[in-house]
Nanobody, 124 residues
């Protein structure tokens, strides 16, 4: 069992940056693959970025490639999402999630544990 708590969301102007953090409880965090998802009003939840257990493999949605960076610090039980050059279409609730497989995944169904989410709003 792992509990996930996101922080770092807020209101930012287009072109600005935010860094989201996801703090995890539990000793097994370092063996879990992690993902960041987002859900905008009226839209499906979608994958933003994923990272494997060691941080050596990362993947991104096409919409955020070159702007977002996912990373993790297993000593701190934390995964991060650095978001640069933000656009109004990035506005959404961002959630982190963990899956016990350890690798990367872009499928929601592979993730067993979810945080509550943090709101990111980008104004034009």
């Amino acid at each position: 069992q792992v509990q996930l708590v996101e922080s770092g969301g807020g209101l930012v102007q287009a072109g600005g940056s935010l860094r989201l953090s996801c703090a995890a409880s539990g000793r097994a965090f370092s063996s879990y693959g992690m993902g960041w998802f987002r859900q905008a009003p009226g839209k499906e939840r979608e994958i933003v970025a994923a990272i494997n257990w060691s941080g050596s493999i990362r993947s991104y949605a096409d919409a955020v490639k070159g702007r977002f960076t996912v990373s993790r610090d297993n000593a701190k039980n934390t995964v991060y999402l650095q978001m640069n050059s933000l656009k109004p279409e990035d506005t959404a609730i961002y959630c982190c999630a963990a899956h016990t497989g350890g690798g990367t995944s872009d499928s929601k169904s592979n993730f067993s544990f979810w945080g509550q989410g943090t709101q990111v709003t980008v104004s034009s």
